[in-house]
């Protein structure tokens, strides 16, 4: 069974533009959550979907925004890119829409800011 | 919001020998997991606890949930280089996870 599969793995871009990350959950798993990992704030999370709706969003600015198509495949999109928003983008994926069940990762996609 | 404390922040232990890493919470605790990562890497899903008293293992690992204290402990016996990593704890609320700021380990030779 193939885990969560995140594209692409890595990502250089500029202050301004904007970048689209890709997350494949493991097959059967509907619910998908986004992670952001930086050395100065640790693990922060973004959001949450199932069933394409958001369930859960954290503490982030508008220019971070995310959607679930009905395959249950997810993108996030960050927007007029800081270079604050440098940082690992991980991407879990749940086998229930229930609370508290196992999370599985993917590797994770490095957006470097320039 | 949920709030995890882990302890140590770093350890290093000489190959062969006993490691506990602790997770305390600032609320009570519905479902407290484990992770290793690899520097630069995704998170490798370890065990989760979810009753207050349980323990799991899985080879040389031991978590268990004290959830009177809010406290789980993670405990790997005769470490080898491959338990080298961080080792996160992270709490499940509201269809989202809060973690630690992780623990590193270092495996001597």
């Known amino acids: 069974k193939a885990g969560v599969t995140q594209t692409p793995r890595y990502l250089i871009k500029t202050r301004g533009q904007q970048v689209t990350l890709s997350c494949s959950p493991i097959?059967?798993?509907?619910?998908v959550s986004w992670y952001q990992q930086t050395p100065g704030q640790g693990l922060q999370f973004l959001f949450e979907y199932f069933s394409e709706t958001q369930r859960n969003k954290g503490n982030f600015p508008g220019r971070f925004s995310g959607r679930q198509f009905s395959n249950s495949r997810s993108e996030m999109n960050v927007s007029t890119l800081e270079l604050g928003d440098s940082a690992l983008y991980l991407c879990?994926?749940?086998?229930?829409?229930?609370?508290?069940?196992?999370?599985?990762f993917g590797q994770g996609t490095r957006l470097t800011v320039v | 919001s949920q709030e995890l404390e882990q302890s140590p922040q770093s350890l290093i232990v000489q190959e062969g020998k006993n490691l506990t890493i602790n997770c305390t919470s600032s609320?009570?605790?519905?479902?407290l997991y484990w992770y290793k990562q690899k520097y630069g890497e995704g998170l490798i899903f370890l065990m989760m606890l979810q009753k207050g008293g349980e323990e799991k293992s899985h080879e040389k690992i031991t978590a268990k949930l004290d959830e009177k204290k809010q406290q789980s402990s993670l405990h790997i016996t005769a470490s080898q280089p491959s338990h080298a990593g961080i080792y996160l704890c992270?709490?499940?609320?509201?269809?989202?996870?809060?973690f630690g700021a992780g623990t590193t380990v270092t495996v001597r030779a």
């Open positions: 609320k009570t605790l519905y479902g």
């Open positions: 097959s059967g798993h509907r619910s």
């Open positions: 992270g709490a499940g609320n509201d269809y989202k996870l809060s």
């Open positions: 879990a994926s749940t086998p229930s829409p229930e609370r508290n069940t196992e999370a599985f």
